[in-house]
């Protein structure tokens, strides 16, 4: 006959996690649909915290702690090696002329014509989605992160330097707005 000590020992061995490998920083593939030049070369990306407001309900001791409403969610930043023909680079650097049209309106009007991107309601071809396939320890897609209506706001510099005595190779940083992004599983089967 089972004892309430027995039924609770099972119960927190059921409450264990099951796959005990850990999470590897390697294991990733990113994918930005309007820049696929990008993705290709991206060595560095994050999944971005995200942090609930708070409100604070008076009381005559203190105040209390209360859940908010609105979630903030932080920038996603995709480092990338920068190719010898600055094609990765110009693909961020033209989406940006595009949003920003510094020299013309043209340059907006040439961003709109890229039909592989998502639409917005307003009509307007301004964002694109990305995804962040993570990988597990054997290198299997685990889960994906996709992000929604996706929009480069800056793009580091490229420094060059001829007193450098060993040859390191560009990498460049672009920061990312985006609407909201949500982590989904996926099944042994589909991507």
């Not at 696929?36 to 209390?64: D, T």
């Not at 995804?131 to 490229?158: C, D, G, H, M, R």
Request: proline letters at 4%; one cysteine or more.
């Amino acid at each position: 006959m089972a004892t309430t000590t027995d039924a609770s020992d099972r119960k927190r061995l059921l409450d264990q996690i099951e796959n005990r490998n850990f999470l590897a920083p390697i294991g990733f593939h990113f994918q930005v649909q309007r820049a696929p030049k990008v993705s290709y070369f991206g060595n560095r990306v994050n999944i971005p915290s995200i942090s609930l407001g708070v409100a604070e309900q008076p009381s005559y001791l203190k105040n209390i702690p209360l859940p908010g409403e609105k979630m903030e969610f932080d920038d996603l930043n995709l480092q990338f090696l920068v190719d010898e023909d600055l094609e990765n680079y110009m693909e961020i650097q033209n989406w940006m002329r595009g949003l920003g049209f510094p020299e013309s309106l043209s340059e907006i009007y040439d961003l709109q014509q890229d039909t592989d991107v998502k639409q917005t309601d307003q009509g307007l071809n301004l964002y694109s989605d990305a995804t962040l396939t993570v990988l597990n320890s054997q290198n299997i897609a685990k889960f994906k992160v996709v992000f929604e209506n996706l929009f480069p706001y800056s793009l580091s510099t490229l420094d060059f330097d001829s007193t450098q005595s060993d040859l390191e190779y560009f990498t460049a940083e672009v920061s990312f707005k985006y609407t909201i992004y949500n982590i989904r599983e996926i099944d042994c089967c589909s991507l």
